[in-house]
């Protein structure tokens, strides 16, 4: 009875470290999560302003798209850190952008390190003209499975909102 009491103590203590709240964004936010997350800086979901962005780990690959000339090089965070970030727990994502244009990707497609929410686009920030400030983006180039329809719908450019739902 010993034991299951101080293995309930110490699950308990790591649910409350594992909720944390996360920092306030100081500048201009470009991403608000909501939904299902046990780690936010507001009770109305997680903010997220480009540097708070940038100091999580980053991936870069070049690769073409469908919607660029040539091959471009990207940088940005692995969607499955930032939804690590906030400790999303759902099936799905709805990714909204800032024209209300909405897509869902399952939360069993996000990978280690594919997509990535890419803030950099050939070694500058993207401007809103060029898909930015957020843009979801697959190595497209690096694996077939990449170039299907499926794929291309789930890339979505001007990224400023995350749902995890159930």
């Known amino acids: 009875m010993r034991i299951l009491l101080a293995a309930l103590a110490m699950i308990l203590t790591l649910g409350q470290a594992q909720a944390q709240d996360l920092a306030e964004p100081t500048g201009d936010v470009v991403l608000t999560i909501t939904g299902n997350l046990t780690q936010s800086g507001a009770e109305d979901g997680a903010r997220f302003d480009m540097d708070m962005l940038k100091s999580l780990p980053a991936r870069t690959f070049a690769t073409s798209t469908i919607w660029t000339?040539?091959?471009?090089?990207?940088?940005?965070?692995?969607?499955?850190?930032?939804?690590?970030?906030?400790g999303a727990d759902g099936s799905m994502i709805r990714a909204t952008a800032i024209n209300d244009?909405?897509?869902?990707?399952?939360?069993?497609?996000?990978?280690?390190?594919?997509p990535i929410v890419a803030y950099e686009m050939d070694g500058a920030e993207m401007s809103r003209r060029q898909k930015g400030p957020l843009w979801i983006v697959y190595p497209y180039d690096s694996d077939p499975k990449y170039q299907t329809e499926v794929t291309y719908s789930r890339s979505i450019w001007q990224l400023d909102r995350l749902e995890v739902v159930k």
């Open 101 to 114: 244009y909405a897509v869902e990707i399952p939360m069993d497609s996000v990978t280690e390190s594919d």
């Open 69 to 86: 000339e040539g091959e471009n090089t990207f940088v940005g965070v692995p969607l499955s850190v930032v939804l690590q970030a906030v």
